[in-house]
């Protein structure tokens, strides 16, 4: 059927929070359109999430045949690494998914458009194709969801080949033999997991004291305990202070609380954050509140202060996580057609790191809780001592869980250690339900299993441990 260019909603950006959000608009019946500049996906699904966790699979092959073949009984006289073959395998992985979201939008009844958006006035929007025509697009509400563009460095050019991006990581066919990664949230400890696992000699530089810095200082410590094992470099406390190219090399100088060092490597990969993209919008024109990184200011219906514009996703400077965006794009259109919905949580909303170990936490750091002066337990358990954990050959971490002391609220989990990724949703909903720690210690949990792991945790929380 030929399109009229007639919304309900219109919605710039198909990754995670726009695509998500249009197929819940157009299952409430508003007549939806879907507009992307690239791609359908958006970061995550094309050059984020989905092929970084197929590169990480091959990474996690590679470790177990390169450290572990004695112990496992493998032996091979000659073991390649094809790195070409993993990176193709990690786009293959993304296209299965982005043509199964194409799929999804279809069957929605969403009508799909590629071009660069730009908002006209409050209801409508114009649209550069990729021929430079333009097609105009009216909706009585309009979301923006264009996601998050990667902090640069000034007077550090990204020439993606030596100095690089995420971006120039996932895409490149080959590793270098060294690398320096400037930066030591989820992107750099992922690319730091799968360079280190395919034998790139690796050096991680952080600014603050410790490894993922958001996260409960004591994952930190872990990380960098686990890192070192794998002979990956940490300069932790240090800062990038300028990147030289000497010849085929890089020469890095980074400064620490006592000295000056130059690091010498083949590429260096900045990931140090990202920022909101409302860059060419027109969104200032309009008078839609941004705050001081850009990012679109929303109350928590994800409602501008314009009435009918709204956004969703990494534009809201919110948590930058897929699952978050995807929350945010089904309560955006759950609200603006009227139906029910539910408010955010940012401070109790999942957080995932795919490194090896795996990170996962939610909810407030010890330290956090410390500075609210809350009573408080905390309920440990090691995957030494969990029989699953053991028999993968993987059982480096442990779960430590936050509850209050006097009624058994849980306050934070985190959790460093094998598939912990997968941990959380128990710990979450029960949270959500005001589940108490004690019940979760009762919650018979299937033997072995990792999940294990938490239910010990939880036993340590009551006061009984049973397996420390
Ligand atoms: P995006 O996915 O960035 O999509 C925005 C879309 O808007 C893009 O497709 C863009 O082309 C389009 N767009 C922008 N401007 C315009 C315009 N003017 N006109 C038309 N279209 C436009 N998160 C997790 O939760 N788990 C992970 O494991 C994880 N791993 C990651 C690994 C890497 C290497 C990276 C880089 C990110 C990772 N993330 C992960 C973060 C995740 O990718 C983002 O949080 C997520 O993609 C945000 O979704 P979004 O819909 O807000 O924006």
């Not at 458009?113 to 114009?126: F, H």
């Not at 408080?376 to 995957?383: A, H, I, K």
């Not at 006061?463 to 420390?468: A, E, Q």
Request: aromatic share 6%; net charge negative.
């Amino acid at each position: 059927m030929a399109k009229d260019n007639k919304y309900d909603v219109l919605i710039i950006g198909a990754g995670p929070a726009g695509y998500v959000g249009a197929i819940r608009a157009s299952q409430l019946g508003k007549k939806t359109a879907l507009i992307d500049k690239r791609w359908i996906g958006g970061v995550c699904l094309n050059v984020g999430c989905i092929p970084s966790k197929s590169l990480l699979k091959n990474a996690e092959i590679a470790r177990t045949l390169r450290e572990k073949g004695r112990e496992f009984g493998f032996s091979f006289d000659n073991l390649k690494l094809d790195y070409a073959r993993a990176q193709k395998r990690s786009r293959q992985t993304s296209s299965r998914l982005t043509r199964g979201v194409e799929f999804l939008l279809k069957k929605n009844g969403v009508d799909v458009y590629t071009g660069t958006a730009r908002l006209s006035s409050k209801n409508s929007v114009v649209v550069t194709n990729k021929d430079n025509s333009t097609t105009e697009l009216t909706g009585a509400d309009l979301i923006i969801a264009t996601g998050a563009s990667p902090n640069l460095i000034p007077g550090v050019e990204i020439d993606g080949q030596r100095v690089i991006t995420y971006h120039d990581a996932i895409l490149q066919e080959s590793l270098p033999a060294s690398a320096v990664i400037i930066g030591s949230g989820a992107i750099g400890v992922e690319f730091a997991t799968i360079w280190n696992a395919y034998g790139v000699e690796v050096t991680i530089v952080e600014m603050l004291p410790s490894l993922v810095p958001l996260e409960d200082r004591e994952i930190g410590e872990e990380l960098e305990k686990s890192f070192q094992r794998s002979k990956i470099k940490v300069l932790t406390g240090h800062r990038m202070e300028d990147i030289q190219h000497r010849g085929e090399q890089l020469e890095i100088k980074v400064s620490g609380p006592e000295d000056e060092k130059t690091l010498t490597a083949d590429q260096a990969l900045i990931a140090i954050g990202f920022h909101p993209s409302t860059d060419g919008l027109g969104l200032e024109d309009l008078g839609v509140e941004l705050n001081q990184r850009g990012g679109v200011i929303v109350d928590q219906r994800m409602a501008t202060n314009i009435p009918g514009i709204w956004a969703a996703g990494d534009v809201t400077d919110k948590l930058m996580l897929a699952h978050v965006g995807s929350a945010q794009g089904i309560v955006c259109a759950e609200n603006i057609a009227g139906a029910d919905t539910v408010v955010l949580d940012y401070d109790f909303m999942p957080r995932a790191t795919y490194s090896h170990p795996q990170i996962a936490s939610f909810g407030w750091t010890e330290d956090q809780v410390q500075d609210q002066g809350l009573d408080y337990t905390v309920g440990r358990f090691p995957f030494q001592a969990n029989g699953k954990a053991l028999g993968l050959g993987d059982y480096r971490g442990w779960i430590k869980i936050i509850s209050r002391a006097d009624n058994g609220e849980i306050l934070g989990a985190h959790c460093i250690g094998p598939e912990v990724t997968e941990l959380l949703p128990e710990l979450t909903l029960a949270y959500q339900e005001g589940i108490p720690i004690q019940r979760i210690a009762r919650n018979v949990h299937a033997h072995p299993t990792l999940s294990e792991a938490i239910m010990e945790a939880a036993h340590d929380a009551a006061g009984h441990p049973i397996h420390t």
